[in-house]
T-cell receptor
């Protein structure tokens, strides 16, 4: 079976750094994605990891440890516009089925 | 087209009626996905297509739900005899498995309300 766990909500202060964790169990792994979803909008792609390590993209970084079934999304220099839900998604081998976690709602306060 | 297009954007129906939701993926994208998102919740996998075939239908909640894809393009999600618990936003996404990362590109969704 498959299971993806993320915290339900997090709050952070503008200008700070926040780390959103994701743990997963899957029968076959072919990549982990992070998506951002603002309220009432469609999810948009943020980052992708398939090998262990850190991928950096501007203010956003994502880390993967396949042996631990663990990833995190790191957001630096938080801005108010970063208030959104962050979705962790795992893609399976073979058919490319992609399963999402329930998402983490991030509130950025002034 | 430039992006994934879904219609209708909003649909209000009465319990027991059938509804059809349409998705036009990005041209050339071979994979197409349907998800359901209830208010304040995450994305629930329903079905995905590779070409016109659906290798995994395991997420369809009941036999009232069906989906098809034709011409490796447009897909239709049909919900028969709608129930109030079917109320949700139905999101369609497509991806290109042949190049890039294969990330999903989402449409704006079809918001279904069953009265």
């Amino acid at each position: 079976g498959q299971n993806i766990d993320q915290p339900t909500e997090m709050t952070a202060t503008e200008g700070a750094i926040v780390q959103i964790n994701c743990t997963y169990q899957t029968s076959g792994f072919n990549g982990l994605f992070w998506y951002q979803q603002h309220a009432g909008e469609a999810p948009t792609f943020l980052s992708y990891n398939v090998l262990d390590g850190l991928e950096e993209k501007g203010r956003f970084s994502s880390f993967l440890s396949r042996s631990k079934g663990y990833s995190y999304l790191l957001l630096k220099e938080l801005q108010m516009k970063d208030s959104a839900s962050y979705l962790c998604a795992v893609r399976n081998t073979g058919g490319f089925k992609t399963i999402f976690g329930a998402g983490t709602r991030l509130f950025v306060k002034a | 087209g430039a992006g994934v297009s879904q219609s209708p954007s909003n649909k209000v129906t009465e319990k027991g009626k059938d509804v059809e939701l349409r998705c036009d993926p990005i041209s050339g994208h071979t994979a197409l996905y349907w998800y359901r998102q209830r208010l304040g919740q995450g994305l629930e996998f329903l079905i995905y297509f590779q070409g016109n075939s659906a290798p995994d239908k395991s997420g369809l909640p009941s036999d009232r739900f069906s989906a098809e894809r034709t011409g490796e393009s447009v897909s239709t999600l049909t919900i028969q005899r709608t129930q109030q618990e079917d109320s949700a936003v139905y999101l369609c996404a497509s991806s290109d498995r042949t190049s890039g990362l294969g990330e999903l590109f989402f449409g704006e969704g079809s918001r279904l309300t069953v009265l």
